[in-house]
């Protein structure tokens, strides 16, 4: 580690509340899947910006977007109109189903908006059936919807209503039932809880159940959203559509956005003066969401993650054969997870030494979000060096 990275490190110390678990390692630079740190060495990202980057860093036509709609107008309140937010509400629509859209700044902002709508449409109902190891974000809301009772320690109380079922287990959801019940919330694939993939039949069977029980089905694709699987959402391949559908990370192709697209039957009720948002859907915002759409489908990126993702995952289980601390290999598309059988902290540090980013999650299990536009070479390299790091870990 250089001087540049301690005195970086030394300034946050004094200034910066010291609430993220960080790396030792100061970013300057970045340009897909490649980032520099201060110290002038480069460093193949395959976390790039916690599942942000999907497009990479710096997608040249999200910053062209962003520059040209920062020479006309930054900021527009919404009480007006502009001409991009509906633009992009039609796009995210277009990849979805038929609704209408909430634009937020973050993640956590589309879960609080998505339990705001819900206990408004229930009339009385308030109770939401949330998952097991899910997680949902870290504002009160979204926290108290979170499975991980280890991220709400010390903020209680909660806010009441959430019901924590197995995840994966139709049973314990249909249990879960009762008169006050308006919503499930899932995540089709676990990201924070591990890289785990919901059951197509869990998916639409908790469909079937929402339908009977007339509640609401919220999917968070905060993490799974925009291709990171292989098609626009996860849930369009178990054929269970949601209600509610979140959105964020790599929406904006990098600028902090979030959606809820909310069925057309749900439009209106967050009427006007229910809801709001100073920031959401700014002009900026949107000129980044429709540069991403744009790049995803002009750029082919759906079938590149469907080209690349067999191979990638081809690699990871024949890697676990030889390296007996690999317990699984789990996931789908361009998100992956290894659960080892011991932290996975060692092996994060010793890839980074190796100028290779990765991340590990539940202590255990090393995580993989490449960008969608990672070339086929940076993937075989960025895998050549975790295999290399596991095998000698395994020595
Ligand atoms: C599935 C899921 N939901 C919600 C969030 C919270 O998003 P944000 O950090 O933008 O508030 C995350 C963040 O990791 C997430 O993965």
Redesign the pocket.
């Known amino acids: 580690m250089g001087q540049a990275t301690d005195e970086v490190m030394q300034q946050y110390e004094r200034y910066v509340m010291n609430t993220y678990v960080r790396q030792p390692l100061v970013i300057t630079k970045a340009k897909g899947s490649r980032v520099w740190d201060v110290e002038g060495h480069e460093y193949l990202d395959l976390f790039p910006g916690?599942?942000v980057g999907g497009l990479g860093y710096n997608h040249p036509w999200v910053t062209a977007a962003l520059r040209g709609q920062a020479g006309r107008v930054l900021h527009v309140s919404n009480n007006y109109y502009h001409p991009l937010q509906w633009r992009a509400a039609k796009r995210l629509i277009t990849a979805s189903f038929d609704g209408t859209v909430f634009f937020t700044n973050?993640?956590?902002?589309a879960?609080e908006t998505a339990v705001k709508l819900s206990r408004r449409w229930g009339g009385g109902r308030h109770e939401i059936i949330v998952m097991e190891r899910s997680?949902?974000?870290?504002t009160m809301a979204?926290l108290s919807a979170t499975g991980q009772s280890k991220h709400q320690e010390g903020f209680e109380p909660l806010l009441a209503g959430f019901v924590r079922v197995p995840f994966n287990d139709l049973a314990a959801a249909q249990a879960a039932v009762t008169p006050k019940t308006v919503a499930v919330l899932v995540?089709p694939i676990q990201?924070?809880g591990g890289v785990r993939v919901a059951d197509d039949e869990f998916l639409t069977g908790l469909r079937r159940l929402c339908d009977e029980r007339r509640l609401l089905l919220i999917m968070?694709e905060?993490?799974t959203g925009m291709g990171r699987t292989g098609t626009w959402f996860a849930y369009q391949r178990s054929g269970a559509e949601p209600d509610l559908l979140?959105v964020?990370?790599m929406l904006g192709g990098g600028f902090p956005i979030?959606a809820v697209v909310a069925k057309r039957a749900l439009a209106g009720v967050l009427s006007p003066g229910t809801h709001a948002t100073t920031y959401g859907g700014s002009p900026l915002g949107c000129a980044c969401v429709l540069a991403a759409f744009e790049a995803i489908e002009k750029q082919r990126l759906l079938e590149r993650v469907n080209t690349l993702s067999p191979i990638l995952f081809e690699r990871l289980r024949a890697l676990k054969e030889r390296v007996p601390a690999i317990r699984e290999v789990r996931g789908r598309g361009f998100m992956a997870g290894i659960e080892l059988a011991a932290s996975g902290k060692p092996i994060v540090e010793a890839c980074r030494a190796k100028r290779l980013l990765i991340n590990c999650t539940q202590e255990t299990v090393l995580r993989l979000l490449p960008a969608l536009t990672i070339t086929r070479a940076q993937l075989d390299r960025g895998l050549g060096v975790l295999e290399e790091t596991l095998v000698e870990s395994s020595r």
């Not at 973050?106 to 902002?109: H, K, L, N, P, V």
């Not at 997680?135 to 870290?138: L, S």
């Open positions: 916690w599942g973050s993640g956590a902002e879960v997680f949902h974000g870290r979204a995540e990201g924070e968070d905060i993490q979140l964020a990370k979030g």
